[in-house]
């Protein structure tokens, strides 16, 4: 069974600094999707970033970049240059490409962003 | 504007009184899926349908029906509300070629409270 697993449940980064999440997971596939969303306190559940797995250049949207081990079934979340807004859960998410219907989240991990 | 409408944002029951959540989406989605989100276990499928008339379990579906009549509607229902079903509820939609891009369109989300 495809599991997804976020070891840190509670993280603190000063603003302006630079946090990585962590996530891993567990499949038997070899082309799958990987995403990060972001659940803010309006519980919004928003895209930050997502991976194809046979696309080995890590995926970067602005201030978030992915660091993508497919050897490792890794795959960490890079916050640079933190802000107030970014304080929120984040979800590291996994589907199967044939599996349009089923995306199987993490536990999650809460980011504080300290001012 | 391409949104998932789902209905109410709040909602506090007593055990054993039949409550739906409404869900409707307006991008002409295949597949739609019901989660629930609590704390430490992330979201879990509920269930899940792949077109009209078409639905099946997720993980956790014991004491809720759903059902797709139309492609835009997808509501759940829990025939009998037991407190264990408090939880944060997101209607989610995708379609093929969706999860490469913009992964699922998630509702509001239903916090549900069951005494």
């Known amino acids: 069974a495809q599991t997804v697993t976020q070891s840190q449940p509670e993280m603190s980064v000063q603003e302006a600094e630079t946090v990585t999440l962590s996530c891993t997971y567990d499949t038997s596939e070899s082309d799958y999707y990987l995403f990060w969303y972001k659940q803010p306190p309006s519980r919004q559940m928003i895209l930050v970033i997502r991976?194809?797995?046979?696309?080995?250049q890590n995926a970067t949207e602005n201030r978030f970049s992915v660091n993508f081990q497919k050897a490792a079934k890794s795959f960490s979340l890079k916050i640079s240059d933190s802000q107030l807004g970014d304080a929120a859960m984040y979800f590291c998410?996994?589907?199967?490409?044939?599996?349009?219907?089923?995306?199987?989240f993490g536990p999650g991990t809460s980011l504080s962003v300290i001012p | 504007e391409a949104q998932v409408t789902q209905n109410p944002r709040y909602l506090i029951t007593v055990t054993g009184k039949k409550l739906t959540v409404t869900c409707s989406q307006n991008?002409?989605?295949?597949?739609m899926s019901w989660y629930r989100q609590d704390p430490g276990l992330g979201l879990r499928q509920i269930y899940y349908?792949?077109?009209?008339?078409?639905?099946d379990k997720g993980d956790v579906p014991e004491g809720y029906k759903v059902s797709r009549k139309e492609k835009r509607n997808f509501p759940l229902i829990l025939e009998s509300p037991s407190p264990n079903q408090t939880s944060l509820y997101f209607c989610?939609?995708?379609?093929?070629?969706?999860?490469?891009?913009?992964?699922?369109?998630f509702g509001s989300g239903t916090r549900l409270t069951v005494v």
């Open positions: 991008m002409n989605h295949e597949y």
């Open positions: 991976q194809e797995a046979y696309k080995q």
């Open positions: 989610a939609s995708s379609s093929p070629g969706s999860l490469g891009g913009y992964g699922y369109t």
């Open positions: 998410a996994y589907a199967i490409k044939t599996s349009y219907d089923k995306v199987i």
């Open positions: 349908s792949m077109n009209v008339e078409v639905t």
